[in-house]
Every structure is written in structure tokens, then in C-alpha cells.
């Protein structure tokens, strides 16, 4: 039996069908036609603010219990036998969420629900979507605040700050800027010569079928971008969720229902990777794919589409961010202590676990006294603890495969000839995933550890001649297969631009004397290229236009009556 709340969701969905939807596309209600939006505030959290006590709260009452997560198809909850559990990666004896795989057999009830409703769903005019995403984000900014950071920092071991950017700001600033990007598609419209004989219009469609959303653990935010972006321009999607974000990607989906959002526009199915890609390749229904993960996965799904591109529908649009192996070059005018503190923090915030992460960083031997000096000074500073406690800088790293595969890092460095680790180096998973900030110098560029990708607290540094430049922008470009961020720090402007130009296709994201992290929506739209994905600019005006299928209209409000043209007589 259906609940009150989902039975007032169906009859709104059918309310917003029955609006019907305007030919044109063209927004109608002028205070949709007229909203503007700008950034969500980062709160302070300082010691007595409203806010702090707020989090205090949540963070009491996530961490009191393990929540039941079920599997979501339709509005209608589902449990298997495979039940999984997502732990405190701080605390992993601690339980924070119990939930369930999805068999091969629900994936495939899935995407029967999505494909069906997606029909349903375009029917639903872009402004009455747009009316349920603004709604949300302010349940976002106020109602669910609290709890949305308190699963971040508990669930994926993130600090007061970094939860407090991703898990509200940045996820209230796609919700929002989404929906204003969306209503500004609607302002183009074609040329009509004359309105009086021809118009000419543009509305935007849903992707007919279903969008597989494959979202990571590092950044809640992205998960909520991933499945609700589609859903906004009118697709339905099945969210794979992270199993180590699974309990804050929950709350997303409760507040996007609670919002407005119908059952089975976005259906929450946890699962198995290849059991969830498998089942998604293999149907013709396949209208997207919205990943964001690792290289390895997305080219299996890439290569499983290809294998049966001749049994689809459509041509399923395929959208991946994959990480990076991100540089910091410093050219001999650079201000050290903004080298140091950019460093700092790009190479160590939420334990290096961003896409963005610097890994890799060049420095001029002329400089790399006093740089090294400030790097270890203020390495020493950097607290890692629990994220309860609120001074900490960084916390654990997300599970036992991550601690595993960079402390195995830090062993090669402690092994060979080439390394040397001057700051850190020290691991324990006893009770979290405890991994210390560490600083490795190499006297080889072209080592593994300046090469592939980590994605943990780990920092590689080499010293290079301060006349050898030139050949270290090249090494910058070419040793690596990725281009996701780079950053360049100089007071040189001649040098700045050069480099900048040289360094064209090195990175999707390019940072002048600022770190390779915190890009902001709709500030500095996020993605790069090569291996490091599709480059489709999450957080800009163009990614919601990925989600959509355009459709041209030409209307004739004269009669044609000549079948020959003037030349032929």
C-alpha cells in the first residue's frame, strides 16, 4: 500500500501532465522566465554558531544507528538476500547504513520502470521541473543541511569544511544553476523571417529510454548531478550509487521525492558494477550513460556499448569523468608561500581524494630549498584524526582497497633508489584508514609514482634545473595520459602566457598561481580530456544540453498552392 507522501507525489505527476506542454518550449511563467541565481554561501561552522550546534545534531543522531537503505524502483522498496553494509572509514567497526545489491532481475525491472515512465515524464512541461528543483534546493539549503553534511563526514570521512562545500554548497549550486541553465536553453529560438507566414521553434526533449547513472564516493554533490540532471531536462535514470557514499546519495533521493520528483524518474539501485553494466549495456533501451569513476570501468562500459551499438535505439550518449594525475609547475619567479599553501592543500584536502588532487609537482632547484622548507613545516600542522573532531585537517582515506593501493605506493617509494620520502610515510588501518600526508622527492620524472594515478594524501616532487624548463613543460604535457587540472605559478606574465599556451590541451581545468583544486559551478565548469573523460563541463550552461534531444519545429500558417517554381514556367 502506497503512502500518503508517494500517493500525493503520482497525483501531482499527473496534474503536471495534464498542464501539457507548450510547442514553442518557451517558459511561460514569469517567475521562472525571470529567476536568477548566484552561489550557495560556505558557512563558517565557528565555535556557538547556529550552524555548528545544527551539525552537532546530525552528526549525533547519523552516528546512533545503522539506517536501512533499500533498493528503489518505481516508488516501491526492494530488499535482497546480498545485504552490504557502509562503514565510518575512520571507524570502520562502525555501521552507518545497511543496504542491499540489486539482482540481475531488479536492474532489468529498473530500467521496464524508467523506459515506461520516461514517456510520462517528458509530457511534464520544463518549467513545472524546473519549479520541483528549486524547491529542492532549498530544502537543500535549510531542512536537510545538517543531515546531508552529517552523512558526508561520517559516511565518505570528509571535515566540517570539505562536506560542507560538497555535500551542501556544491550540490545546492547544481540543483539550482541546473534548472537556471535549463530555462536559459529556452531563450534561443530560430530565426523566422516572417512570423506572419513561418515560425520557427525549438523545444527540448527527454533522451527516449532510460540514462545509467554511475556515480563515486568522493563528492556526494556529483552524485546527485549525475542521476538528477537527466531527470531535469526530462530522462529518467538508474542511480548506481557508491557503496561508500550510498547513506548521503540516500538522502538526496529522499529530498528530490519529498520535492516532487515522481516515482521511477530516478531509481536508486545499488548493485554489483558488472552485474548493474552488464544489464544496462545489454538493453536496447540504453539512452545514456552519466559516469564518473575509473578509467578501467568506463572503458569496459564504453567497449560493452560498442559490442552492441546495433542493437540500441539511439546512439546512447556516453558522459565520463575519470580522474587525472594533476601537476603543479613552478617557474623560478613564483611567490613561494602561495606555492606552499596552494600545495597544501590541493595535494591534501579530504586526504587527496579529489579528481583534482595535485600529485605531481615541478619545482626550480632555485626555489626548492625554501619551498621544501614550507611544505614540511607545514606538513607537520596538518591534523589527522576523526572528523568529529572538528580540528582535524584530514581524516581517513574511503576503504581498505584505497588504503591498500596507496600505502603500496608509499612501500615503492621506500624501496627505491629514485625516491625519497622527506615529509610522512606512515599508515595504519587498525581502527580507520589512516594514510599521513606524505611527501615523496624523485630524482625521476617519469618514476610510477609521478605517472599514475593515486588518488590519496600522497605528493611527488621533482627539482628540475631552473634552465631545463622548457623541457619540463613538455615532460608536464607527455607523461601522463590524463588532462584533467594543472596548475602553473609564476609573477613572470610573459612566462604565464607562453606556458599557458603551450600547456593548451594539458589539463580541462588550468589554474594561474592558484591550486588545481575547488572549482565552483557555474564558475569554473569541471572536466578534462584524454583519459580523463568526455570533458562535457559539469557545473556549465552546456551539460544540461547533453541530457536533452532537440527538436526543431517549422509551423506554416500560409497555404502552399503552386507544386512548380517560378523558373520552370
Known amino acids: 500500500m502506497l503512502s500518503a507522501c508517494r500517493q500525493s507525489v503520482i497525483v501531482n505527476f499527473k496534474r503536471m501532465i495534464h498542464q501539457g506542454s507548450c510547442v514553442s518550449g518557451i517558459i511561460k511563467d514569469p517567475h521562472i522566465e525571470d529567476f536568477k541565481v548566484q552561489n550557495e554561501p560556505v558557512l563558517g561552522y565557528l565555535p556557538g554558531s547556529n550552524e555548528r550546534k545544527e551539525l552537532e545534531k546530525a552528526l549525533k543522531e547519523v552516528s546512533s544507528k545503522t539506517e536501512d537503505v533499500p533498493i528503489i524502483i518505481g516508488g516501491q522498496e526492494y530488499r535482497t538476500k546480498d545485504v552490504r553494509y557502509q562503514v565510518m572509514p575512520h571507524d570502520h567497526q562502525k555501521k552507518i547504513a545497511q543496504f542491499y545489491y540489486a539482482t540481475p532481475d531488479l536492474v532489468k525491472k529498473a530500467i521496464e520502470v524508467a523506459t515506461e515512465t520516461q514517456k510520462k515524464w517528458d509530457s511534464v512541461p520544463l518549467e513545472e521541473k524546473i519549479k520541483i528543483w528549486m524547491k529542492a534546493a532549498d530544502m537543500m539549503a535549510n531542512k536537510y543541511r545538517w543531515k546531508l553534511n552529517a552523512t558526508t563526514m561520517l559516511g565518505q570521512a570528509k571535515t566540517i569544511v570539505q562536506a560542507e562545500i560538497d555535500a551542501a554548497a556544491e550540490l545546492i549550486d547544481f540543483i539550482r544553476l541546473n534548472a537556471f541553465f535549463a530555462k536559459e536553453l529556452t531563450k534561443y529560438q530560430p530565426i523566422s523571417e516572417d512570423p506572419k507566414i513561418t515560425k520557427n521553434s525549438m523545444r527540448y526533449r527527454g533522451l527516449e529510454g532510460f540514462v545509467a547513472a554511475v556515480s563515486p564516493f568522493n563528492f556526494t554533490a556529483i552524485g546527485g548531478n549525475l542521476a538528477y540532471t537527466p531527470a531535469l531536462m526530462g530522462s529518467t535514470t538508474l542511480w548506481k550509487p557508491s557503496d561508500t557514499a550510498l547513506l548521503s546519495n540516500y538522502v538526496i533521493y529522499q529530498v528530490m521525492t519529498e520535492a516532487g520528483v515522481p516515482p521511477g524518474v530516478v531509481n536508486f539501485v545499488p548493485a554489483d558494477g558488472p552485474v548493474f553494466g552488464d544489464n544496462i549495456t545489454a538493453s536496447p533501451h540504453l539512452a545514456g550513460i552519466n559516469f564518473t569513476g575509473s578509467v578501467p570501468t568506463f572503458n569496459r562500459l564504453w567497449t560493452q556499448v560498442g559490442k552492441n551499438i546495433n542493437s540500441y535505439k539511439n546512439f546512447p550518449r556516453l558522459i565520463g569523468e575519470c580522474g587525472g594525475k594533476n601537476f603543479h609547475l613552478v617557474h623560478s619567479s613564483a611567490d613561494v608561500t602561495s606555492v606552499v599553501n596552494g600545495t597544501i592543500r590541493s595535494a591534501f584536502e579530504f586526504c587527496g581524494q579529489k579528481c583534482s588532487a595535485c600529485s605531481r609537482m615541478y619545482v626550480p632547484q632555485s626555489l626548492w630549498p625554501k619551498i621544501k622548507s614550507g611544505l614540511l613545516e607545514t606538513r607537520d600542522k596538518l591534523k589527522v584524526s576523526d572528523v568529529m573532531e572538528f580540528d582535524s585537517f584530514m581524516s581517513a582515506v574511503i576503504d581498505a582497497k584505497a588504503f591498500d593501493r596507496i600505502s603500496g605506493y608509499i612501500d615503492h617509494a621506500k624501496k627505491s633508489s629514485n625516491l625519497e ?36 594524501p600522497l605528493l611527488t616532487i621533482y627539482a628540475y634545473p631552473d634552465n631545463k624548463v622548457d623541457e619540463i613543460i613538455s615532460l608536464v604535457n607527455t607523461s601522463t595520459p590524463y588532462a584533467l587540472t594543472g596548475a602553473i605559478f609564476a609573477q613572470d606574465q610573459k612566462w604565464l602566457h607562453e606556458t599557458t599556451e603551450k600547456l593548451k590541451h594539458a589539463a580541462g581545468n588550468f589554474y594561474i598561481n592558484d591550486k588545481s583544486t575547488g572549482s565552483v559551478v557555474g564558475q569554473q565548469p569541471f572536466g578534462g580530456a584524454r583519459m580523463s573523460g568526455t570533458n562535457d563541463k559539469a557545473g556549465g550552461p552546456h551539460y544540461v544540453l547533453r541530457w536533452a534531444s532537440p527538436q526543431s519545429i517549422k509551423e506554416t500558417f500560409v497555404p502552399l498552392t503552386e507544386w512548380k517554381y517560378p523558373y520552370m514556367g
Not at 589512516?434 to 618514476?447: G, S, Y
Open 421 to 456: 620520502i622527506i615529509g610522512g610515510g606512515q599508515y595504519d588501518n587498525s581502527k580507520g584508514y589512516f594514510i599521513q600526508p606524505t611527501i615523496v622527492e624523485t630524482k625521476d620524472p617519469k618514476d610510477k609514482i609521478m605517472t599514475e594515478e593515486i588518488f590519496g
